[in-house]
């Protein structure tokens, strides 16, 4: 392997890390949008919950609506999670392919 060959396998695997880097902030920054989108949903809903539980109801009818709300909450929370676990996933698997492929060029160049 000569010098430029040395380089140009270096300057690849620059491109690789960089390709996995943008991979890695597109995805921390869409994780960040979802959970401030998540977040103002969140609270818009739990302000409705909160008025109604002042509308005139009875003891009993506001324990009711409040372990329903609890019931809804601990749902969404679940989901919310799953959901970012899988954005988070897809980004990994994305990076990893990426430096892998480098690496299969790079043993390809050898």
Known sequence: MDFNQLTESARRDVQALVAAN?????????????????????IA??????????????AAQTASHQVDQAQEVLGQVISNAREMADAVSKSQVEMASIVKRRIQEGMEDL
């Not at 409705?48 to 009875?58: P, Q, S």
């Open 22 to 42: 943008e991979v890695a902030h597109r995805s921390v920054d869409a994780l960040v949008r979802r959970q401030v989108e998540l977040l103002a949903q969140t």
């Open 45 to 58: 809903q739990r302000q409705n919950d909160t008025w109604d539980l002042f509308t005139g109801k009875t």
